[in-house]
Structure formats: C-alpha cells, structure tokens
T-cell receptor
Framework: DVKVTQSSRYLVKRTGEKVFLECVQD?????MFWYRQDPGLGLRLIYF???????EKGDIPEGYSVSREKKERFSLILESASTNQTSMYLC??????????FGPGTRLLVL | AQRVTQPEKLLSVFKGAPVELKCNYS??????LFWYVQYSRQRLQLLLR??SRESIKGFTADLNKGETSFHLKKPFAQEEDSAMYYC??????????FGRGTSLIVHP
C-alpha cells in the first residue's frame, strides 16, 4: 500500500518566516508533486519533480521553491511566507503512467 | 493546452436520489480521465479512471469523446457519498490537470 506522508498536519507561521514542508513516499515513485488546495480554486500545481534533483515549475510557482535531494523526499520551501500563502498544501507521488497518491495535507496559516 | 471544467461548485441531493457530477474537458488528443474524491478529514484518493471501466462504490463514469465529457453518476445517493469530488485529465505528459471540484452533499 502506497504511503505518502507530510511532515505536519497544521502549521502556524508569521509573515516573513521561512517555511519548510516535507513530503516522503515509500513506493520508489519517480514523480512527486506539490499542490495548493483552495476552496473554489481546486488543486493548483506549484512544482513537480520527475527525478532526483530535477524540478519543473507548475502553474503557480511564485513565492515557492522545492528541493529533491533523495528520490523519496520532496520539500516545498516558502522563502518568506506571506498571508496569501495561507492554504492547504498537498503532496502527491506517482509513476509516470499510474495515478497519483496523495498525502494527508498540511494546513498552513500565515499570520 | 488541457482544461477541465466542473460547472457545479455544490450539488445537494437527498438520500436515494440519482446523482450526476458533471465534468467537461478540453484536450486535442486522447486523454486519460479520472475522478478523485476527498471525504471529510481524509486524503484525496482515486475513485475511478476511465480506462478501468469499473464501478466503484456504485459510481460510474463514461468517457464521451463527442461531448468531451466524463460525468460521474450514481443511481441512488447515500449519505456517506458526501464529499468533494475532483475530475482530472492527463494528456500527453504525466501531469494531470484538475477541475475546481464539486462538493456533494447528500441529505438524509
């Protein structure tokens, strides 16, 4: 059974702080993704990675960066958190041809 | 470009009533279509994909290439079907595009 875990379920940060969200998958998947989930806007892709050290921008990469040093781990970094980054963040992983498996999500509140 | 449209933000029905969650897509090639579901306080999970042609939890979805639709249907809704439903399309790349989601509420 595929397991995708995220480091925190809830986070509260202050404006300007650097924020790290971590995602780990245990199925040796090549692809990993970070999404924002906002009411009425659905899932919006922030970044994805198709291999270690490889990354591609998604639809809304501004204000975010990512890191993938190991195949199983994909980190999302908010360099300087802002209130408009308050959201639910979902990580997912997949093989190139199969469906995505999602983590439980991290609800981030930036004050 | 690929696009997924779910025209209804909210769908409210009574238990036992038929349910149809609409999904229309725009893609020039042969797409792969999915429905994902997120129950309250649970993670987003795959409900069904069109290539499987399965019925999951009583739900079915047929890909209609002529109408570019992939509507999700269930003949008799149950209260436990209340959830957020997302339609997704995967085209030439392995990156799916999601619709904005439809919240289904099934009243007792």
């Amino acid at each position: 059974d595929v397991k995708v875990t995220q480091s925190s379920r809830y986070l509260v940060k202050r404006t300007g702080e650097k924020v790290f969200l971590e995602c780990v998958q245990d199925m040796d998947h090549e692809n990993m993704f970070w999404y924002r989930q906002d009411p009425g806007l659905g899932l919006r892709l922030i970044y994805f990675s198709y291999d270690v050290k490889m990354k591609e921008k998604g639809d809304i990469p501004e204000g975010y960066s990512v890191s993938r040093e190991k195949k199983e781990r994909f980190s999302l970094i908010l360099e300087s958190a802002s209130t408009n980054q308050t959201s639910m963040y979902l990580c997912a992983s997949s093989t190139p041809s199969e469906t995505q498996y999602f983590g439980p999500g991290t609800r981030l509140l930036v004050l | 470009a690929q696009r997924v449209t779910q025209p209804e933000k909210l769908l409210s029905v009574f238990k036992g009533a038929p349910v149809e969650l609409k999904c229309n897509y725009s893609y020039s090639g042969s797409p792969e279509l999915f429905w994902y579901v997120q129950y309250s306080r649970q993670r987003l999970q795959l409900l069904l994909r069109h290539i499987s042609r399965e019925s999951i939890k009583g739900f079915t979805a047929d890909l209609n290439k002529g109408e570019t639709s992939f509507h999700l249907k269930k003949p008799f809704a149950q209260e436990e079907d209340s959830a957020m439903y997302y339609c997704a399309l995967r085209g030439g790349s392995y990156i799916p595009t999601f619709g904005r989601g439809t919240s289904l509420i099934v009243h007792p």
